[in-house]
């Protein structure tokens, strides 16, 4: 379903190394806003370590972010120290694919964590990715965001609903 993800979680970290493994992951992409850090451009506790330990396992990272903040992005960017695209228009495939060819890998072995269901979690479903959906840090947002959220939830409602019906 192109507006469930493969997975659903609390935030980033609860991504584990061997959760990756499992599903044959060998690559993340990562959003941004209230996915890495929050609207005072924070990161939580242990975000930082996270990346880290996956970059030990040799998994490969690449941010791609909605944001034309190029200086917000690239500041992730260089602080985590992986490869970033921003203003990368998700849904639409063109920066998950820059992302793809950036990391070098096939789509089935890539995973994509985000905090929206219609940027998001639609756009790595669309790339055939294994989609990986976080709440959002902070629930101030942008505007836009916050037109979105009524949606996102009732999607996640119903995604949850049938995922313990299972
Ligand atoms: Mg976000």
Redesign the pocket.
């Known amino acids: 379903m192109l507006f469930y993800p493969d997975f659903y979680c609390d935030n980033v970290r609860d991504v584990k190394l061997e959760f990756l493994k499992q599903n044959n992951i060998k690559g993340v992409i990562l959003?941004?806003?209230?996915?890495l850090i929050d609207y005072y451009r924070q990161f939580e506790n242990g975000t930082i370590e996270w990346v880290q330990g996956l970059k030990k396992a040799e998994i490969k990272l690449c941010i791609v972010s909605n944001s034309n903040k190029h200086d917000k992005v690239r500041n992730v960017a260089e602080q985590l120290d992986v490869p970033y695209f921003h203003f990368a228009k998700k849904p639409f495939k063109i920066g998950f694919l820059k992302a793809k060819k950036q990391m070098g890998l096939e789509a089935q072995n890539i995973a994509a964590i985000?905090?929206?269901i219609m940027t998001?979690v639609v756009g790595a479903n669309r790339c055939k990715m294994f989609s990986i959906l976080v709440k959002?840090i902070k629930e101030k947002d942008i505007f836009i965001t916050r037109i979105k959220r009524p949606l996102e939830n009732w999607i996640i409602k119903s995604y949850l609903k049938r995922i313990n019906n299972k």
Not at 31 to 35: K, R
């Open positions: 959003d941004v806003d209230n996915t985000g905090d929206q998001d959002p």
